[in-house]
Every structure is written in structure tokens, then in C-alpha cells.
């Protein structure tokens, strides 16, 4: 029994296991306490400056509506014990529960992410490769003066310079529509998702491309890659088999990081285009002090970002192997 126990607490799935728990309270516990260091709460946001002429009485009886007169760690301890029940909480704003919000605001985020991903990956994988090949010549100048460039402009004003100069110069604003579902139209779907996944996309390729360069600059000194190479393989295959491959390590862990990033931290994008996504959702319930909303949503994002994070160390044995025997 002894034995066992040992064996699971040294074991590397278990050890990540144990790890995501902690890393999951202690974002609920970080998210309860900025949440109530903010001025305000949620009886001032609904009543704005309305709120000044309650009465005492009205003021303690709305507290009591909204559970706020508890203490601290009743009030933490309350909802946590909704979320193990699958009560994430209500959202008096919105008249719906925060999970049916979630459901609804996920599918949007995860949409935009994986087309932003993708986007980054196309864009960055090989740009990466190309700059690599001549290091310090042109094309790898190029390639890292636009890197730079990219990384310097924020998301909010690159997005926000293309949108308006689509829209005024070429008519074209589908984002000033009605949201569309992509099971309900696809092809308005693609269209108002397009403009924020490439936004979100070219901004995340830039730090691919440095890794993706750096990787395969390492790995070309290796002793395997001039051996192989002196053996006559070919350029192309030698640079597919054997120097990209050996370079995902890498690769995977910042894509890993980005697209968890973009998870949660689309909201400037989302707001800027009008998506329902799950950061929009969080801003929202910021702006209007609905502490449930933000703590629930939080935990949901923390949830997704622990996630892609396992799936990325499965990725990690998939390449590389000896990685989950560290």
C-alpha cells in the first residue's frame, strides 16, 4: 500500500494532476480577493448613482438579495460549493445562469481561437523554417524586422485601424451584424470571425516564428543533421525529418501558451468585434460587479488553460518521449 502511494505521487500524470487542482484554487482564490478589493459592488453597478438614495434599510436588504452581507469566506465558501453541485450562479443582469451563459459564449471563444491558432502556425511555422535557412541574410532580416513590428502593435489598434478601414473605404463590416452562429450561418460566420482570427493570428505567429527560428538554428548544429547530411539526404527531407521534427519540443510548448492565452485573453478582440465569446462574458460581468459571473467564468477559462496544458505535455510524449520520464 505504502508502495503504491509512493509510486502515485511520483508519477508524472498524477504530479500534473495534483498541480492543475492547486493552480485551479488558486486562481478561485486570487479572482474572489481582486474581485473585492475593486470599489463598488453589485448593488452600486445595477442602481449607478441611484444607489445614493436607498435607504440604510434598502441598502442591508439588497445586500442580503445578493448574499453579500456574509462574510468573506462564507460568501467563497458558497460558491465554491455551487460549483461542485454545477450551480455556477445567475446572472440577474442577463436573467440566465452562469453556466447557460458559458454554453452559449464558449463555442465562440474556442471557434476564434483554433482559427487564430491555425492561422499563427501557417504563418509562423514557416516563416520561422525560412529565416532559419539563411541566417543573417535578407530573408532572415526581413522576416525578423516584421516580427518586431507585429509585436509592437497592440491587438486593439491594429484591430481596430482594420476594421474601420474596411468598413469606410470598402463597405465591408460584417461584425456590424447580428452575431451568426456558425450551425446557422456558416458563411456570415466565417466572414464576421475572419478579420479577428487573422488579427489574433499575425500577432501570435510573430513569437512561433522567433521560436520556430531559434529551434531549428539549434538543432542544425547538431552532430546527427551534419552526419545525416554528409550521407547525401536530401535538403528537404533532412530539413523535415530530421530538424523540424527534432525541433517541435519547442514549438508545441509556445503554441501551447498561446493558444491558452487565447482562451482568455481574446476580450479586447471579442469587444472590438462584437463576439459573445466567453472574455466578453467576463468583461461584462466586471463593468456590472456580478461577482459570480466573473469568479465562474474565470475558473471555466482556468479549467480550458490547465487542459491545453495537459493536452500539450501528451503532445510532448508523443514527440519526444523521455520528456514524461524527467
Known sequence: MKSTLLFLQGHPVTRRVGEALLTLLGVSVLTFALLRVLPGDQVTASYGIDAGDLSKTQLAQLHAYYGLDKPLAEQFLSWLNG???????????????????????????????????????????????????????????????????????????????????????????????????????????????????????????????????????????????????????????????HVLRNALIPIVTISGLQFGFLLGGAVVVEQIFSLPGIGRQVLLGMEQKEYSVVQSTVLVIAVLFVLVNLLTDLVYRMVDPRVWSR
Do not use: C, H
Not at 491558432?117 to 530573408?139: D, E, F, T
Not at 478579420?195 to 500577432?203: K, N, R, T, W
Not at 531559434?214 to 552526419?227: N, V
Open 83 to 241: 460549483v461542485f453541485s454545477g450551480n455556477l450562479g445567475f446572472s440577474s443582469n442577463a436573467g440566465q445562469s452562469v453556466a447557460d451563459m458559458t454554453a452559449q459564449a464558449l463555442p465562440v471563444t474556442l471557434e476564434l481561437a483554433v482559427l487564430s491558432i491555425v492561422l499563427a502556425l501557417v504563418i509562423g511555422i514557416p516563416g520561422g523554417m525560412i529565416a532559419a535557412s539563411r541566417p543573417g541574410a535578407l530573408r532572415d532580416n526581413a522576416a525578423q524586422t516584421a516580427s518586431l513590428l507585429v509585436l509592437s502593435a497592440p491587438v486593439f489598434l491594429t484591430g481596430s485601424v482594420l476594421a474601420s478601414v474596411l468598413a469606410n473605404s470598402f463597405g465591408w463590416n460584417p461584425n456590424g451584424e447580428t452575431y451568426a452562429r456558425l450551425t446557422e450561418d456558416p458563411l456570415m460566420n466565417i466572414q464576421q470571425m475572419l478579420l479577428p482570427a487573422l488579427v489574433l493570428g499575425v500577432s501570435i505567429a510573430s513569437p512561433i516564428m522567433q521560436t520556430t527560428r531559434t529551434a531549428i538554428l539549434d538543432i542544425r548544429g547538431e552532430d546527427y543533421i551534419r552526419t545525416a547530411r554528409a550521407k547525401g539526404v536530401p535538403e528537404r527531407a533532412l530539413q523535415v525529418r
